[in-house]
């Protein structure tokens, strides 16, 4: 039986206009009534996923941010906390600093944003008062220095030209104590080590005295691999890359054929109750 339902956002819960649709507002809406516990599970800041709670969800659940780094329960208290050392920012920084690639430090609310193509954007969210501009790699430096902001990611971006080199830059990073994950085609991040979607989960299931085996998660990109693949139920959507859905339970619609919906809807028929999810691989 189900028990827990967690989605990512971009690419999954929200539509390529970066908006939950009608259809999957009211689906979650469905499953919480029901007494399933919801989260969204994704790599943007808290305060990004906050909003999507107030403005459009309008429910409680759990808010599992910069790739599980953090995670705030239903009542608004902060669970897990788990920043990059500053030592491994620095070293992140000095061995990156004449790459001349788009680099973001993702604090709890904030990002600090280096960018020589000056367009200041995330992946996320575009521009938006909460990025902070840094005009050199010293800036993230100083950044790194203030004990009042704490970073739970690092994150490269690129052009498609110079992806090849920026994949051998990250090669060099993977003798630090790091997990690092690619969340859009030129876009990758840099968490403490052993912290992911899948780690953050394991905390909630501890939490919530709901085995993993109960759990349905939602996903399409490379920062959702490991939470798909080991819930009982993970659902890949149909726009999610191939490695996701390898491992998938089951394939769903796209984001923007409101996919999380069609499936949920199939949870609330109670298809599903008494399936063990790992053993139903009719996708």
Not at 54 to 78: R, T
Not at 199 to 212: G, V, W
């Amino acid at each position: 039986m189900i028990k827990f339902i967690g989605t990512d956002l971009d690419g999954t819960l929200l539509n390529s206009y970066s908006q939950i649709s009608e259809e999957n507002i009211a689906a979650v809406r469905k499953i919480v009534d029901k007494g399933l516990v919801y989260a969204i599970c994704s790599g943007r800041t808290l305060h990004s996923v906050k909003k999507f709670f107030k403005n459009d969800l309008k429910i409680a659940g759990y808010k599992v941010v910069l790739n599980g780094a953090v995670v705030v329960n239903p009542k608004g208290e902060k669970v897990v906390d788990a920043p990059l050392s500053h030592d491994i920012v620095e070293e992140i920084l000095k061995r990156s600093e004449f790459s001349k690639f788009k680099i973001v430090l993702d604090g709890l609310n904030y990002t600090q944003v280096y960018d020589p193509a000056k367009t200041w954007t995330t992946y996320f969210e575009g521009s938006s008062r909460h990025n902070l501009h840094a005009k050199s790699v010293d800036d993230l430096r100083k950044k790194n220095d203030d004990p009042d902001f704490d970073i739970y990611k690092v994150c490269f971006s690129t052009t498609p030209q110079r992806l090849a080199e920026l994949r051998k830059k990250l090669e060099s990073f993977t003798s630090l104590p790091v997990t690092i994950s690619r969340s859009g085609s030129d876009y990758f991040e840099i968490n403490a080590q052993d912290v992911t979607k899948l780690s953050a989960l394991q905390n909630i299931s501890a939490l919530e005295h709901i085995p993993m085996s109960q759990f349905m998660c939602f996903g399409d990109y490379g920062n959702d691999f490991d939470m798909v693949r080991e819930v009982g139920y993970g659902v890949a959507m149909e726009n999610a890359i191939d490695k996701v859905k390898d491992v998938a339970w089951k394939i769903t619609k796209t984001n923007n054929q409101n996919g999380v919906a069609v499936m949920l809807d199939r949870v609330l028929s109670g298809e599903f109750d008494g399936n063990a999810g790992k053993d139903e691989l009719d996708i």
